[in-house]
């Protein structure tokens, strides 16, 4: 994979489709939310639907600035990671399965934010390997 | 003798042609200062709206729904953004509001308080540019300075004609503003808005009346879901089809496409046509205005 240079960094625009999809799948979540029999299990879901919004606020108003010398990552990496996480979450259709997925996916991001390639990189292959677990669960 | 009484007609002419054309100056500044008011309002709109969003879900993890801790990021992230994505838009607007004030100035030959005013906001670019030097693109902060310059070169000058007429062929720089502001409202202030209907529609769902919030405390929900339905109408009239960015957008563009009229024509006799074009933009930023107060 290509090495970030100088002044390499994902704008905003590199990261609004992923910036929709965490707004997307917050959404989704007031059906669960609506649905939630009891204030605890409401509680676990309505967190996890604040981090996805707050990765969407941060999202938002990023410019982030890639690691000189690691990975390169585009636009067109974080999108793919997006595709795969969307069909797979949603095929679960039980919402703990569902929140952790979730939560995996904000994990993922929290390393996009770093801009390190080496912590993205690792990132993606967790993310990767939780959402096969999940697939074939 | 006949000359010198020529002479004397045509400097009574060039004068009073002169005070017409320093109208359509006045009336150009006028309008473009109710254009910085709304969206200087509607800055300040946002802000709030994100940070009422984050407070009502707050409310709810402290009364024991879900955990404090990223309801309390929520509220960081929204004072983040206004920190430095709204801060730098309000000294974007701060820039042609300054510039219709000196232009009013020059033509009223006073400028109080106006230096102060521009170094000002000199300095909180200055401040903003510190904080995330990445955030804010030096092309654009180099429109703003160059208004800014120009702004204290012709309040320090004081030469009255002079100043009006470099102030009337800044064109371009105060284009290059009102489109950054444009392109904030289609962009990052979307951000905003679906972020806070996101936590605004989960607040909904977590006090539907046949949930365990409504049942448990049936009047305390019934009270905040009236606070939502507020928060709810009042961001519903700021998504990208609402009527509050479509009338701000409105007005900017208008004001994009009159400034190249205003260079060309507002030093000139008599130029009705001007006078007419500026009337209507005066309507768009009246409209833009009435949208932003009747969405809160």
Request: with cysteine.
């Amino acid at each position: 994979m290509e090495q970030a240079k100088a002044g390499d960094r994902l704008t905003r625009g590199d990261l609004q489709a992923a910036r929709q999809w965490h707004i997307d799948e917050a959404e989704a979540l007031n059906e669960a939310l609506a649905a939630a029999p009891d204030v605890t299990t409401m509680g676990k879901i309505s967190d996890r639907q604040t981090e996805l919004t707050n990765m969407a606020g941060r999202l938002n108003i990023a410019s982030i600035e890639l690691a000189i010398g690691e990975a390169k990552i585009s636009a067109e990496h974080l999108n793919s990671a997006i595709a795969q996480a969307k069909k797979v979450i949603d095929r679960v259709a039980e919402v703990k399965a569902k929140l952790e997925l979730l939560g995996s996916v904000l994990d993922f991001f929290a390393a996009v934010l770093t801009g390190s390639g080496t912590k993205i990189f690792a990132g993606a292959v967790q993310l990767a390997s939780d959402l096969k677990a999940a697939d074939t669960a | 003798m006949r000359i010198l009484l020529r002479a004397s007609l045509v400097a009574v002419a060039l004068s009073l042609s002169a005070c017409a054309d320093f109208k359509v100056v006045k009336q150009f500044a006028g309008e473009t200062t109710g254009m910085t008011v709304a969206v200087k309002e509607e800055l300040s709109a946002i802000a709030a709206l994100c940070n009422d969003a984050a407070d009502l879900r707050l409310l709810l993890a402290e009364s024991g729904v879900g955990n404090v801790a990223p309801q309390q990021e929520s509220k960081k992230i929204c004072r983040e953004e206004t920190e430095k994505v709204i801060a730098y838009q309000a000294v974007t607007t701060d820039v042609l509001e300054l510039y219709a004030k000196t232009l009013l100035a020059m033509v009223d030959d006073s400028n109080f308080g106006l230096e102060a005013s521009i170094a000002s906001t000199g300095n909180k670019l200055g401040a903003l540019k510190t904080k995330d030097g990445a955030l804010i693109d030096a092309k654009k902060v180099g429109a703003i300075t160059k208004v800014l310059s120009l702004l204290t070169d012709v309040i320090v000058q004081r030469q009255r004609e002079e100043g009006i007429r470099r102030l009337v062929a800044a064109g371009p720089d105060l284009i290059a503003n009102a489109q950054e502001i444009k392109r904030f409202l289609q962009i990052e202030y979307q951000g905003r808005v679906t972020r806070a209907q996101a936590l605004a529609n989960g607040g909904v769902a977590m006090l539907g009346t046949s949930g365990p919030l409504a049942t448990n405390e049936p009047i305390r929900a019934a009270e905040l879901r009236r606070a939502l339905e507020i928060q709810m109408s009042a961001l519903g009239r700021r998504t990208a089809d609402g009527p509050v960015p479509k009338q701000l957008i409105a007005a900017l563009d208008d004001w994009i496409a009159l400034v190249p009229e205003f260079q060309r024509d507002a030093l000139k006799r008599d130029p009705q046509a001007l006078i007419q074009r500026i009337r209507d933009f005066g309507k768009k930023a009246g409209e833009a205005r009435e949208a932003v107060e009747a969405a809160f």
